[in-house]
Structure formats: structure tokens, C-alpha cells
T-cell receptor, first 113, second 115 residues
Framework: DGGITQSPKYLFRKEGQNVTLSCEQN?????MYWYRQDPGQGLRLIYY???????QKGDIAEGYSVSREKKESFPLTVTSAQKNPTAFYLC????????????FGPGTRLTVL | AQKITQTQPGMFVQEKEAVTLDCTYD???????LFWYKQPSSGEMIFLIY??????QNATEGRYSLNFQKARKSANLVISASQLGDSAMYFC????????????FGKGNQVVVIP
């Protein structure tokens, strides 16, 4: 089955630790995105990548980093510089098809203790 | 900057009835796209329907239809014949065609379908 996988679903970390969230897609999509969702809120764009080895900051990139070494993978690192990292993180990809809609993974819920 | 507004409080809907979710947007672009996504309690975002700014007809996908009023900058989602599985958060989003497929999301509408 084609789709987007994010692991793990739940993640706990101590304050001050960096943590990397995984996002893998087998849809052969060029573009990938990372969003953050806080309770009762919509999604906010952290980083996005249109092609391999290239990525751009979104609206709330401070305290986060990404890499795009392979088309299938777009990991997100939440660094200790992120002041309030506890949130639900969603990864998405898009192909540039007729609607160019974004397809989403199941999400990772990060809790920093 | 784009802005999406969804201001309705949580809604309770009787099973088999229709529900309309409001979405207004603000953009100075002439070319843009509007999306609706469903987010059940499990968290994943499910694409429902799309409307392009130049589409003359309102989009429909099964029980979902989009009431697009371009002059009012409104893109309301209509769900007909509600089912218990429709209970979820619903998000309106907009993409401009010059923004690298970036989406701007509203804060969502909560829908609970009751039997």
C-alpha cells in the first residue's frame, strides 16, 4: 500500500534533549511538508521541501531542523531551542497532480517532560 | 498574507441530516485553491474536496459539496445525510498558485453526529 508513515506515534522526551521525528513516503511525491498542531488549533507549517537536497522554512521554523537526502524521507529534528515543543506533528507530501492536494501521515504526538 | 477563518462553535448534528460548515478566506491573489480536510480523533488528515478559484461549478465529492461564493470569499462545506463516522474536526485550507503549494489552514470546526 502506498502512503506516508510517521514513527513513533507517541514520543516522550526530557526537556533539553533533541528528538528526531521520522517521515517516510512511498508515493513517489516530490514535495514534503512538516506541520505542527496545537490543541484547538489548525496546522502551522514548519518546513517544506520541493525536491531532494532542498528545503525552505515555513512559518514557525525556529527551533526545528530538517534534511532531505532522499526523495522518500523528510525527518524533522526538534531541538532544545524550541521553547514549547509539546505538540502533534504531521508530515505531508504532494505530487503536483490535478488538485495538488497534500496527503498526510498519521502524525506523531510529542510530549516533552 | 493569506488568512482562513472558521468561527463556528462545536456543532451537534442529527444522523441523516445535512450540516454546513463555514469558511471565509482572505487573499489578494486571483488564482488559488481551496481544500477541506477531515481530522477524526485518531489524528490523521483526510482530504475531502477541492475548489479552484476559476472553477465555475461548485465542487462535489459524494456526500460532500462545496458552496463557493467567490465575491464573498466564502467556501462552505456541506455534508449531506450525516453519518456517525462524520464526527470529526473539519479544516478549511487555501493554497495560492505562487506559494510552492503551501497551505494556510483555518482553526477548524468540530462536528459531532448523534444518533
Amino acid at each position: 500500500d502506498g502512503g506516508i508513515t510517521q514513527s513513533p506515534k507517541y514520543l516522550f522526551r526530557k526537556e533539553g534533549q533533541n528528538v528526531t521525528l521520522s517521515c517516510e513516503q512511498n508515493l513517489n511525491h516530490d514535495a514534503m511538508y512538516w506541520y505542527r498542531q496545537d490543541p484547538g488549533q489548525g496546522l502551522r507549517l514548519i518546513y517544506y521541501s520541493q525536491i531532494v537536497n532542498d528545503f525552505q522554512k515555513g512559518d514557525i521554523a525556529e527551533g526545528y531542523s530538517v534534511s532531505r537526502e532522499k526523495k522518500e524521507s523528510f525527518p524533522l529534528t526538534v531541538t532544545s531551542a524550541q521553547k514549547n515543543p509539546t505538540a502533534f506533528y504531521l508530515c505531508a507530501s504532494s505530487s503536483g497532480g490535478s488538485y495538488n492536494e497534500q496527503f498526510f501521515g498519521p502524525g506523531t504526538r510529542l510530549t516533552v517532560l | 498574507a493569506q488568512k482562513i477563518t472558521q468561527t463556528q462553535p462545536g456543532m451537534f448534528v442529527q444522523e441523516k441530516e445535512a450540516v454546513t460548515l463555514d469558511c471565509t478566506y482572505d487573499t489578494s491573489d486571483q488564482s488559488y485553491g481551496l481544500f477541506w480536510y477531515k481530522q477524526p480523533s485518531s489524528g490523521e488528515m483526510i482530504f475531502l474536496i477541492y475548489q479552484g478559484s476559476y472553477d465555475e461549478q461548485n465542487a462535489t465529492e459524494g456526500r460532500y459539496s462545496l458552496n463557493f461564493q467567490k465575491a464573498r470569499k466564502s467556501a462552505n462545506l456541506v455534508i449531506s445525510a450525516s453519518q456517525l463516522g462524520d464526527s470529526a474536526m473539519y479544516f478549511c485550507a487555501m493554497r495560492d498558485y505562487y506559494g510552492n503549494n503551501r497551505l494556510a489552514f483555518g482553526k477548524g470546526n468540530q462536528v459531532v453526529v448523534i444518533p
